[in-house]
């Protein structure tokens, strides 16, 4: 049986790296599909209370299962930093190259390049129930952005055991790899239970 889910995001591209793991199995709507044009607001202090907050959002207005990430690059040396600021690090437009390229400089200097990509996945169900997945990939900065592939900060962050940084990978190998796709399987394997 299709299950359908909305999946609270109206970005392209986490949409496509999502869908692409969801196979046959599920109907993924977005807010758009459920008529959700109001910007969902992000007023939670952590990553966790983000994704939270959207998924009972889109539960309580809608009334339809909901899953709702929320993703940050977490920078050691920048203690933790841009971590749930990632998407407005740099100010308020939301440019990815800005946001990087503000971490670059930050680094300048600086030899403990250790980051990680962490995203968590709520989830609510059809009874109301709240459900959390968190997926982490750990790597370095690298000193420049290499690769136009990808988005965010995917130019600059090249995952342990890969010579390539996300920006450079291809977008199959990211996918089965990347931060998103171990929260992603770790929801999956809930909801076949």
Same mark, same amino acid.
């Given at each position: 049986?299709?299950?359908?889910?909305?999946?609270?995001?109206? /970005?392209?591209? $986490?949409?496509?790296?999502?869908?692409? =793991?969801?196979?046959?199995?599920?109907? *993924? *709507?977005?807010?758009?599909? #459920?008529?959700?044009?109001?910007?969902? %607001?992000?007023?939670?202090?952590?990553?966790?209370? /983000?994704?939270? +907050?959207?998924?009972?959002?889109?539960?309580?207005?809608?009334? #339809? %299962?909901?899953?709702?990430?929320?993703?940050? *690059?977490?920078?050691?040396?920048? /203690?933790?930093?841009?971590?749930?600021?990632?998407?407005? +690090?740099?100010?308020?437009?939301?440019? @990815?190259?800005?946001?990087?390229?503000?971490?670059?400089? =930050?680094?300048?200097?600086?030899?403990?390049?250790?980051?990680? @990509?962490?995203?968590?996945?709520?989830?609510? !169900?059809?009874?109301?129930?709240?459900?959390?997945?968190t997926g982490i990939?750990?790597?370095?900065?690298?000193?420049?952005?290499?690769?136009? /592939?990808?988005?965010? +900060?995917?130019?600059?962050?090249?995952?342990?055991?890969?010579?390539?940084?996300?920006?450079?990978?291809?977008?199959?190998? $990211?996918?089965?790899?990347?931060?998103?796709a171990r929260a992603? =399987? !770790?929801?999956?394997?809930? *909801?076949?239970?």
């Amino acid at each position: 049986m299709i299950q359908e889910l909305c999946f609270a995001t109206r /970005n392209a591209h $986490k949409r496509e790296e999502i869908a692409a =793991q969801l196979g046959g199995n599920f109907r *993924l *709507l977005t807010l758009d599909e #459920i008529g959700c044009t109001e910007e969902i %607001p992000e007023p939670e202090a952590t990553i966790e209370g /983000n994704a939270a +907050y959207k998924a009972r959002y889109v539960w309580e207005h809608y009334r #339809i %299962p909901c899953f709702a990430d929320d993703s940050g *690059l977490e920078v050691a040396a920048l /203690n933790g930093a841009p971590g749930v600021h990632s998407a407005y +690090y740099a100010g308020a437009s939301r440019d @990815f190259k800005a946001n990087y390229e503000l971490v670059l400089q =930050q680094l300048q200097g600086i030899t403990d390049r250790r980051a990680q @990509f962490k995203t968590v996945i709520a989830l609510v !169900q059809s009874d109301g129930s709240l459900h959390t997945f968190t997926g982490i990939i750990t790597g370095n900065i690298t000193d420049a952005p290499r690769g136009s /592939n990808g988005f965010g +900060y995917d130019p600059i962050f090249q995952p342990d055991g890969y010579h390539l940084t996300f920006g450079e990978m291809p977008v199959a190998l $990211k996918t089965q790899i990347s931060h998103r796709a171990r929260a992603m =399987q !770790q929801l999956l394997d809930f *909801l076949k239970q």
